[in-house]
């Protein structure tokens, strides 16, 4: 395994920060955990110009390059599972300015989510996109996969608060975009490079739009019947045009895991379906913007509204909403998280679909999503060590997938493809889709060294039909290496 | 072959692929009724090597048309999609509109207003642009101070590349991260990579009311610089533009949305102005109409990008170099200045002093950016790696090199 290039790999970060062998057990997976594989070392340069010696270097051995910032992603999208190395963002932390007149901040890649808003907020400014995560995942990594979170309802997703990049591509070149004017000169390749994941080289430095902190928010829950209800309330409130920060959902089976751990909001036990809904700007919108949320939400039978009285009590809901994924914990050893999206007119439709396949397989499915944006999380809670069981939740999760494609959904709304969505790709695009794709990779990437055996089949449909993967999410997940 | 205009060579790609000729404007163009014959027109211009634009309805081109370029022999031929326009899907509930790339703009805006809804670009003057030039050209309106520039609001496209491929990116939800974004690649391409057929849009809710103001200034930098607190003190306007006309300089601006909000922040903006502006409640929508033609880009001959905290430094030292009578229309939630001659008549030939201010703006670099409007983006000074990229991803998705004529000039025909 100890190879020259790897000597020179530490002569080039330092010896500490080129692990190998059982010490980069950690780095094995992300946050899917049942797709793991080995790479050949990972590599945590401190910044561009390391960066840039990296990847020349491995260019020039013609080694693989998994990119990867806090490995919280959930589609295995960084780990290692066509070999090579892991170059990760973890050193690269520094905030290095944040310009109030611009609402601009400029960031290393690493950068954690939830310090950006921190940063910001003396200078009255927070940044938009607020993964569940967002206190671990990285501002590089959230470019990659074009993050989500709640309140991507109002401010949309990453793609749209990301001003410039710096990227080392696969040769070792650096693409500066920063310092971009609004739009861009030439071509969009921002817009191409965020949610691209790590196709097209490693985003060392951001540049990122800073939004106002708003003058009044508002959060309010409501206590649902059932779950379809919910559904139906935020499907109305959608076609009256609700102008809302965030519309969240949370079934009974979260509920119980949030209210028995750490991150207890207070949510009604009782509840079969929890609706959370916060609305910021103005006192006036705000409030007329709450008013007709609970009028619709007494419409469809609301048990309960209760707003919250104070930042705490916001506060608590959202760390209520945030942990949910965390408290499922309790619920099992295990979490498949899927991430499809629906037709925000078909919600309560798919929502019932993805329950019913849970149950025909007798698993244990929570029910936590971004309702606003038709961006549902049906999450399954397992146990790995249970051969039959992770068998079924990767078979209703495939389900679940082909259920929202059959029905004017789409594979993934803020998680990525990865490895776990790589062959649903050809459900949703056909062969001269995803050749075009290609075409654009292998004008970046010939070598196709960045990120290997990700997002795309190879050879687009026909690898997916004849079987042709190097490895099958279906059946054994250690990837060949 | 180069004693030929465009106008003949477009003949000959008519009569070898069947397609009609069509007029728009003084432009002659094949004009395809389908996507088929449109292959056969990129068909038939590969085998000629003859370079094509798609042009939507002509109303950016101005001072770059094809027929009025230096060299006629390498003009390309425009290609137009009147044919192929038509909303294809708009779902009560959804919030997002698909439409051909033929649809005229106005038709798409007045489509989707009946369910209480608008586009996320407001473009009063694109009276006849076409949704795919639009996308094509990377236009936004004054309102993306709030909304955020159009590009951000395409969900998804299909486009047919030079060798007839059909490729579709994204989709048509409002929230999506499948594939990479190549529609976010073609948005604002120019007509460089491929011809756009089809596209999705998320939808704004109609504001229930509109409210905006207008007020002198004394000069481009401290109107500027007043722009910039008049955004501190009102995060919720929608649009705020610096104009020059008729010499006159204005700092104009607007608010919309929820009627009650609206109402009480106007009062708030007019403390925050001052002096006495120019209050316009119920005539706020023809405001914004006309300023927004003001903008329209075919008035002007230049489009100079610049971060917010240089763009005040940036306007005086242009306010010094041009003549007086020149026309300004400046975004300034954007950092976008359009300069163009006095009147308000398309720009049809280079002003004398397009290519000074042209080299003042690139000497400013990285201050600002500059593009000739109407014209391919291959001109301006990208950084070495950038150009690169673009380069790579031109040939990468068009090998044939017909829709990229400033790419690669000796590719032109002989």
Not at chain 1, 83 to 93: D, E, N, Y
Not at chain 1, 263 to 278: C, Q
Not at chain 2, 195 to 223: K, N, T, Y
Request: aromatic share 4%.
């Amino acid at each position: 395994m100890t190879k020259n290039w790897i000597d020179e790999l530490r002569t080039i970060v330092g010896p500490r920060n080129v692990i190998t062998g059982s010490e980069s057990l950690a780095w094995e997976s992300d946050g899917l955990s049942l797709v793991r594989g080995m790479g050949q070392a990972i590599v945590l340069p401190l910044d561009t110009e390391e960066t840039v010696r990296v990847m020349k270097l491995l260019a020039r051995e013609g080694v693989p390059v998994v990119p990867r910032g806090a490995g919280t992603g959930l589609t295995g999208g960084a780990t290692p599972v066509g070999g090579g190395v892991t170059v990760g963002t973890a050193r690269m932390r520094e905030i290095f300015s944040i310009d109030p007149v611009g609402r601009l901040a400029h960031v290393q890649a690493g950068v954690v989510n939830s310090d950006l808003s921190v940063a910001a907020r003396p200078h009255g400014l927070f940044y938009a996109p607020d993964p569940s995560s967002q206190a671990a995942c990285t501002l590089g990594g959230n470019v990659a996969n074009n993050s989500g979170g709640p309140h991507c309802f109002m401010h949309g997703s990453t793609t749209r608060h990301v001003r410039g990049v710096k990227l080392v591509d696969a040769q070792g070149q650096v693409l500066d975009l920063l310092a971009s004017p609004a739009d861009p000169e030439g071509l969009d390749l921002v817009g191409l490079i965020t949610g691209s994941e790590g196709m097209f080289g490693i985003v060392t430095e951001v540049q990122l739009n800073l939004e106002p902190l708003p003058e009044e928010v508002q959060t309010i829950i409501a206590v649902f019947p059932s779950l379809d209800a919910a559904c139906d309330c935020v499907s109305e409130a959608i076609a009256a045009h609700i102008e809302a920060s965030a519309i969240e959902i949370l079934d009974k089976l979260t509920i119980a895991a949030v209210e028995d751990s750490i991150f207890a909001a207070g949510y009604p036990r009782e509840a079969e379906a929890l609706l959370l809904v916060e609305a910021e700007g103005g006192a006036l919108e705000v409030q007329e913007t709450i008013d007709l949320v609970m009028q619709l939400a007494k419409k469809h039978g609301a048990m309960e509204i209760r707003s919250a009285q104070d930042k705490a009590e916001r506060a608590r809901l959202w760390a209520g909403r945030k942990g949910a994924f965390g408290a499922m914990g309790r619920v099992a050893p295990d979490l498949y998280v899927a991430d499809v999206v629906a037709p925000r007119t078909r919600l309560r439709e798919i929502v019932a679909l993805a329950i019913e396949i849970a149950e025909e397989r007798n698993l244990r499915l929570g029910n936590v999503f971004h309702a606003g944006d038709g961006n549902l999380h049906p999450n399954i809670a397992y146990d790995r060590r249970d051969e039959d069981e992770v068998r079924r939740v990767l078979e209703a999760g495939q389900l679940i997938m082909e259920a929202c494609i059959e029905r004017g959904g789409s594979l993934t709304g803020e998680h990525g493809v990865g490895v776990e969505k790589m062959t649903h790709m050809c459900d949703l695009f056909d062969d001269d889709d995803l050749n075009t794709m290609h075409r654009v990779r292998d004008a970046l990437d010939p070598k196709r060294r960045m990120n290997p055996t990700k997002v795309l089949p190879l050879r687009a449909c026909r690898e997916v039909r004849n079987g042709g993967l190097p490895f099958s999410p279906m059946g054994n997940l250690e990837a060949k290496t | 072959m180069s004693q030929t205009n465009a106008s003949d060579r477009a003949h000959l790609l008519g009569q070898g692929s069947g397609c009609a000729l069509e007029e728009v404007g003084e432009l002659i163009c094949l004009a395809p009724k389908d996507q088929g014959q449109l292959a056969e027109v990129l068909g038939e211009a590969r085998r000629r090597s003859f370079f094509v634009l798609p042009i939507g309805a002509g109303s950016q081109l101005a001072w770059c048309r094809p027929d009025a370029l230096d060299d006629p022999a390498h003009a390309p031929i425009p290609i137009s999609l009147m044919h192929m326009a038509g909303v294809l899907e708009q779902i009560p509930g959804e919030g997002t509109v698909t439409a051909q790339a033929g649809t005229p703009w106005r038709d798409l805006a007045q489509a989707v207003e009946q369910s209480g809804e608008c586009l996320p670009a407001d473009l009063p003057g694109a009276t006849t642009s076409t949704l795919g030039g639009i996308l094509g050209a990377g236009r936004s309106g004054p309102n993306r101070l709030r909304y955020g520039p159009l590009r951000h609001h395409v969900l998804g496209m299909q486009v047919m590349l030079s060798d007839g491929t059909l490729a579709k990116s994204g989709g048509r939800l409002v929230k999506n991260v499948t594939g990479f974004d190549l529609h976010r690649l073609y948005t604002g391409s120019r007509g460089t990579l491929a011809i756009i057929l089809e596209a999705s849009l998320r939808l704004m809710a109609l504001p229930e009311r509109e409210w905006s103001f207008s007020i002198p200034v004394a000069d481009c930098a401290s109107g500027f610089t007043k722009a910039l607190e008049i955004q501190q003190a009102m995060p919720r306007l929608h649009w705020l533009v610096l104009t020059r006309t008729q010499s006159e300089l204005r700092l104009q601006g607007g608010l919309a949305g929820r009627a009650s909000q609206v109402k009480t922040d106007q009062e708030r903006v007019l403390t925050a102005l001052g002096g006495t502006p120019e209050s316009f409640d119920g005539q706020a929508p023809t405001e914004r109409k006309r300023l927004g033609e003001e903008g329209a880009e075919n008035r002007h001959a230049w489009d100079i990008g610049s971060p917010l905290t240089h763009c005040a430094e940036l306007l005086g030292i242009l306010e010094a170099q041009l003549p007086t009578e020149t026309n300004l229309w400046v975004d300034c939630g954007a950092g976008r200045i359009l300069v163009g001659p006095a009147g308000d008549a398309p720009v049809t030939e280079k002003p004398s002093w397009a290519e000074t201010i042209g080299a003042e703006a690139t000497s400013l670099r990285p201050l600002c950016v500059h593009r000739h409007l109407h014209d391919q983006w291959t001109e301006s000074n990208p950084t070495t790696t950038q150009a690169d990229w673009q380069q790579r991803l031109t040939r990468g998705l068009d090998p044939a090199g017909i829709f990229s004529m400033t790419l690669d000039p000796e590719k032109a025909p002989a």
